[in-house]
């Protein structure tokens, strides 16, 4: 008579030690290794808080260049716009027919933007604006929404395994980054703001009185910082560029690293999609003959003389990268700009050799418990001891199998929750065990004992675990890292538990008395 206990028993197993054994012997197929946590193997930990202001004050500034392209295309004539306190507009015009163009503009195209005050005199009036307070709470909660998947997107592309990246409160992230021993690369490239844009110079006013103070509305002055790697020498260039982005890195669909045949050195060669493709070739068409600048956070990359118009939507970033900045910066060009900066608020340094002496103690902790469980079994409950000793160990294999199988992240309060689930797995057979005690004592033959202890048990042990694979949960749901891995390893223990001590012991036990006619049990 088939029977599909043996058949799962031994696909289980197999499975287990098959995901298990890569972790010792890195060879072994399918190379799933157990990953270990920021406290087993070392790595970062940082705490960043997103200034989502900025991201407010940056939508005032795009609003306040649209005004401007707007007054243009309308014909509305305007005495000054200005950003006040970061986040309100501020716009004069005289009176008239320009005044009520502006009114009749606001109400049509710019209702969003909230009046504050409006003030007449010398013969012109003063608009005072900002955004309602629910409109500056959502840009706020984006920016912190888009900051937080920049950045995962960047760490995903550095390569760190199983990093732990989650919001905390409003506006603030949390970021675990295991087996990361760079890390001054990775503050760096989760960091950066990546705000790429292409401006053109201002080539109007003179620059000697720029750096004087005498900067010409609608300019600004921006820095091309070139470092000599061989002297270390840092020299800044100084660039008179206009304030009015004409194309931003959003239009951008791939950043890649390429090597000038030429000069033999790294490059950025960037794409941009269809629109950013059309706004490129126009700007090239438009400004033959004159620089311009491709900015990224601020700071001048390079400022070619534009000869001819450009099509095809390419364009490449210079700056005497080595290799590694140039691949970052590609990096982060792919990942998106950040909505706004961030700034570090906590950083902790884990090292590899605090990690490996936490594996050893909990390691050594976790043998030390086995053995005098495994002691303590076979003392008391003899034969069946070992039978459950032998449950216990394939439940420590299949919960390893299961954490490299699901690319867990086994930490150091998974380590405490595999311990506790040694004395979980056990605690399911004493059950058992004493049940069937019980049974022969009241004179019942080996197998209806077996089979008496076994039902009568089952509805407790499920009870108790299940609850307790509930609370796992829950605490995976809404806990930390360090609570996660906990409850990730407690979780497994559970399932293997209920597996080992109600499929495989029994099936243990049913061959002893039913193939092996075993007339008397050790327990």
């Known amino acids: 008579m088939f029977s599909w206990k043996p058949v799962l028993i031994l696909v289980v197993v197999i499975a287990g030690l098959i995901y298990t054994l890569p972790t010792f012997y890195p060879a072994f197929w399918p190379y799933k290794r157990i990953n270990l946590g920021l406290d087993l193997q070392g790595g970062m930990h940082l705490v960043l808080e997103v200034e989502t202001q900025k991201a407010v004050e940056s939508t005032i500034e795009r609003i306040a260049q649209e005004l401007r392209s707007t007054f243009k295309k309308e014909h509305i004539r305007y005495l000054e716009i200005d950003r006040v306190d970061g986040s309100k507009i501020s716009v004069k015009i005289a009176e008239g027919k320009d005044m009520e163009g502006f009114e009749k503009l606001l109400e049509k195209t710019y209702a969003d933007l909230r009046l504050i005050s409006k003030t007449k005199g010398d013969g012109a009036a003063t608009y005072l604006m900002d955004l309602p307070d629910k409109e500056t709470e959502y840009i706020k909660k984006l920016a912190a929404d ?3 998947e920049t950045i995962r997107n960047r760490i995903d592309e550095f390569g760190v395994s199983e990093p732990d990246i989650r919001r905390q409160g409003e506006k603030r992230l949390l970021i675990q980054l295991p087996g990361i021993k760079d890390t001054q690369r990775a503050k760096e ?18 620059i000697d009185s720029a750096l004087k103070g005498s900067i010409p509305p609608g300019s600004e002055l921006l820095y091309q910082v070139d470092e000599n790697k061989e002297t270390g020498r840092v020299k800044k260039i100084p660039y008179l560029v206009k304030k009015r982005s004409m194309l931003t890195g959003a239009y951008l669909t791939n950043a890649r690293v390429q090597i000038d045949s030429q000069y033999n050195e790294p490059y950025v060669s960037i794409d941009f ?7 490129f070739a126009r700007i090239t068409e438009e400004n033959v003959q004159k620089r ?18 450009i099509t095809g939507g390419q364009a490449r970033i210079t700056g005497n990268f080595t290799t590694e900045e140039a691949r970052d910066l590609a990096i982060v060009l792919r990942a998106g700009a950040l909505p ?14 605090l990690g490996s002496d936490s594996i050893r103690k909990g390691i ?10 495994v002691l303590f079994m076979i003392i008391y409950y ?12 394939l439940n420590i294999v299949l919960i390893a199998g299961g954490l490299a199988g699901f690319q867990a992240t086994l930490t150091l309060p998974g380590i405490a929750g595999i311990i506790l689930t040694i004395g979980m797995a056990v605690d399911a057979n004493v059950l058992i065990f004493e049940r069937i005690r019980e049974e022969i004592g009241l004179g019942k033959t080996p197998r209806a004992a077996v089979d008496a202890g076994y039902s009568r048990a089952t509805l407790t042990i499920l009870d108790a675990n299940v609850t307790t694979l509930i609370a796992a949960l829950v605490l995976f749901q809404f806990g930390t890292g360090p609570v996660k891995g906990f409850a990730v390893t407690l979780s497994m223990g559970v399932l293997s538990s209920l597996f080992t001590a109600l499929i495989l ?16 049990l050790s327990i």
């Open 505 to 520: 012991t029994r099936s243990v036990f049913d061959y002893l008395l039913i193939n092996r006619r075993v007339k008397q």
């Open 364 to 373: 050594i902790s976790m043998i030390i418990g086995g053995v005098l469980v």
């Open 292 to 309: 311009l600048a491709i900015v990224l956070d601020k700071t001048v990359y390079s400022a070619p003389v534009i000869q001819e118009k």
């Open 273 to 279: 999609d269809r629109k950013g493709a059309r706004i």
């Open 382 to 393: 003899k034969g069946a001891g070992v039978v459950a000793d032998v449950a216990l160990i």
């Open 146 to 148: 888009q900051a937080l």
């Open 189 to 206: 490239l989760i960091g950066r703001t990546a705000l790429l844009e292409f401006k053109l110079l201002d080539d109007t006013h003179d």
């Open 340 to 353: 706004a900066p961030v700034k570090i608020l906590e950083e902790r340094t884990v090292g590899p050799s």
